[in-house]
């Protein structure tokens, strides 16, 4: 009896140690702040993808996220001409819609009549960037073309002596704001 106990305190006291080496701790910081932590152009980076969140309920395509990038890695925190342009084709909006929602003389005027761009240039100017409007109008416009209207997809169970396919398709578009 002896000897089976102090086998059992030999085993725990073997076992715990080896145990306690492997126990991990998973530490959850929050912050208010979205840029916590990231320099100007990471933010400004953010900021913009954020704002093509609210705006579109979808994230940027990916190959949205280069010309992004390029317009706040400006060191004089200026946004370029050419990054209304560069993010709208790279979003995939068509090259005559484009030419008319980036033009220069009307894209400021645009921008502060529309509430999700000038939410995303006030979170930018805190950041001192100046222009972002070009950026922001790219990034925070929705096509509001008549083919966007709601539509939804609903399938029919096809008979042999039904006419066409049986499957009637409509679109439906959802934006999250």
Known sequence: ???????????????????ARHVSRMVMETHEDACTGLNAAECCAQTLDLAGFRATGDQLPKGAKNPVRFSCSNEAKNVPVTACRSIAMARGISASEVSALCVPETLEKRCSGDARCSACVAELEKLRFKASYRACYAVTFVSARPGDAAKVIILHAATPDAAGSGVEVRKRRTVVQ
Request: hydrophobic share 70%; charged share 0%; no cysteine.
């Open 1 to 19: 009896m002896q000897l089976s106990i102090s086998i059992w305190l030999a085993l725990f006291v073997a076992f715990v140690p080896s145990q």
